[in-house]
Each structure stands twice: as structure tokens, then as C-alpha cells.
């Protein structure tokens, strides 16, 4: 994969984003992506708040290529991840969200539980790629695992590429 592939990796997390509970999970998904070839610039963490989700994916959809979501997707009060990222993608890709899902299901049977989304937040050549992951350290290895074969893909066909 190209190393010009850019990305910012943002947790989603009540707990984390006060300081309760250390995030695991974001950095688990910079290092696997790093492995992979992705220029990482940033992990942030935002609390499960849907505007403030939604303002954090919108700042980094303006500056990477990938905005890698990790938590928020379940079916708790709390889970808003894919609320706040659905009115900002204009392709929703959702071949690689169920996917995502059936990854986790051998050992998890929750991971049918994830609403998780994948799409582009618009149909131009300089749209990002978004990407709702579950928040385990076990959903972002899933998670990644079945992205990095089809990201570089995603994104050439992004940019115009034939089939």
C-alpha cells in the first residue's frame, strides 16, 4: 500500500475522553494501520456526543485520506457513532461494513451487534474515507484486518481509476 495514504484515528468514548479509562483501541488501530503502510498523523479522543463526533470526523475529513472511528457502534444509550457519521457520507460502502461485522462473528457473536458504517463523504476526487469500528481491541483488528487489502482499492477508484 502507498505510504501517501493518510489518516487520523479518532476514539469514541465517554470514559476515555475524561481520563477513566485508558484508550486502547485507538492506538492499537494507528500502530496496525502504520504497519500497513498509512501515514497516521493523529488519534483523538471525543466523547460519545453526536455533534461533537461529527465535528471531529468533519475536521479530519478535511485533511486525510481515512477517518478511522473506533467505538459508538453498538446498541447501548450511548452508541451514536454511526448517527453522527451517516448524514456526512454521500457513498455509503456498506459491503466493507458488514464484512467488518462478519469478521468478528467466529469468536464473538455480539459483533452482529455493530452499526457500524463505511463510506465517502462525497463523490469527489478528494472525499474521505470513514470508517465506524466497534471500540474492542479485538473489533479493531477485525476491523483493519479487512480494510488494508481493499483501501488502497477504495481509494484509487475515489480518485477515478477503472475497475
Known amino acids: 500500500m502507498a505510504s ?15 481520563g477513566r479509562r485508558t484508550d486502547e483501541s ?10 500497513a503502510g498509512v501515514d497516521v498523523v493523529a488519534v483523538e479522543i471525543v466523547p460519545d456526543d453526536v455533534g461533537l ?14 477517518v ?7 446498541v447501548g444509550p450511548r452508541d451514536v457513532t454511526p448517527e453522527a ?9 456498506p459491503g466493507v461494513a458488514d464484512a467488518i461485522r462478519r469478521a468478528g462473528l467466529p469468536g464473538v457473536p455480539g459483533a452482529m451487534l455493530g452499526r457500524g458504517l463505511v463510506g465517502l463523504t462525497s463523490r469527489e476526487p478528494d472525499a474521505s ?19 488494508v487489502p481493499v483501501l488502497g482499492h477504495i481509494l484509487e477508484q475515489r480518485r477515478g481509476s477503472d475497475h
Open 4 to 18: 501517501t495514504i493518510t489518516a487520523i484515528v479518532i476514539t469514541v468514548s465517554d470514559r476515555c475522553a475524561v
Open 26 to 35: 485507538g492506538p492499537l488501530a494507528a500502530r496496525l494501520l502504520r504497519a
Open 85 to 93: 457519521t451517516a448524514p456526512l457520507l454521500t457513498c455509503e460502502i
Open 129 to 147: 474515507l470513514v470508517v465506524n469500528a466497534p471500540g474492542s481491541v479485538g473489533g479493531v483488528k477485525d476491523a483493519i484486518a479487512t480494510l
Open 68 to 74: 478511522f472511528t473506533t467505538g459508538g457502534t453498538g
Open 53 to 66: 463526533i461529527r465535528g471531529c470526523i468533519t475536521g479530519a475529513s478535511d485533511r486525510v485520506d481515512l
